[in-house]
């Protein structure tokens, strides 16, 4: 799979390594999941993927997009089923059990999408699958969320308790200009992933899901071939954090911005 192929690849193959430690990454998949459809959420950190997955899930005709790649859930899904020998038999057990009417949802960083093309997994699906690539139009603001997210062990807004303060914490410029240069460099790999294979995707930026959630399954659900209901009621709309409450909000993104440009 073309994923492969991009000089970054190997960059993202930590949750591979640790996988491979318990299982084989033989990628043979069931028949049955050959023929369903699947929807994966490609995204980098605080780019509004559990918002996404929300909004996708709302209506309870799809399962709630998860990160069911890291190496953790793995493992622990081992422990409690013997059968499973190889990253293929996984994929198989999940997707057979999460997915709703045929439908299998799942969020993807570039290390998921990494086992997924190096096991020969996606090679088996990518004809059935649609891809969503979510991005945050400032990455300043993206990088500064991670960076707080990092430091308070807080990783997604919906997590936050009553009373964190989630927003406060001390700011490096330089942590900051090399997390907007990851993110970049994420979201490229998920570009050419795209385009050299030829997948069915949609582009969306977080700010647009928060704007209009209906709009953007719309989107997702025109590639899909099927309709995505909405259900309000059932999704918290929260804003991720960013450098709202940071000292020296100014002189920071001036930094950092201009850092980026120069470079």
């Known amino acids: 799979m073309t994923f492969i192929n991009h000089p970054n690849a190997t960059s993202y193959s930590y949750h591979f390594n640790k996988i491979s430690e318990s299982i084989s990454m033989d990628g043979g998949i069931k028949e049955k999941c050959k023929s369903m459809d699947y929807i994966f959420i490609l995204f980098t950190n605080r780019s509004g993927s559990n918002l996404l997955s929300a909004c996708i899930s709302s209506s309870r005709q799809f399962n709630t997009p998860s990160e ?4 953790d859930e793995v493992e622990k899904s081992l422990e409690i089923d013997s059968s499973l020998k190889t990253v293929g038999d996984y994929f198989s057990a999940i997707a057979l059990n999460d997915n ?5 949802c799942a969020k993807l960083s570039c290390d998921h999408l990494f086992i997924l093309c190096a096991t020969g997994i996606m090679a088996q699906i990518i004809d059935k699958s649609t891809f969503v690539l979510i991005e945050r139009s400032d990455k300043v603001d993206q990088a500064i969320s991670l960076n707080l997210a990092v430091k308070n062990n807080i990783w997604s807004s ?3 308790k009553e009373g964190s303060n989630s927003e406060e914490c001390d700011i490096k ?10 993110i970049i460099d994420q979201n490229n790999i998920f570009e050419f992933f795209m385009v050299d294979s030829m997948a069915s995707s949609v582009k969306l930026l977080y700010e647009d899901i928060v704007a209009n959630p209906k709009s953007c399954l719309d989107r997702i659900a025109e590639k899909l071939g099927k309709p995505i209901p909405y259900m309000a009621s059932n999704v918290i709309i929260k804003k991720q954090a960013d450098t709202g409450k940071t000292a020296n909000k100014t002189k920071l993104l001036s930094e950092v911005r201009s850092r980026l440009i120069s470079a």
């Open 158 to 160: 919906y997590l936050e």
């Open 173 to 182: 410029e330089q942590e900051i200009v090399d997390i907007c240069y990851s």
């Open 100 to 104: 709703v009417d045929g439908t299998f």
């Open 68 to 71: 069911f790649l890291n190496h």
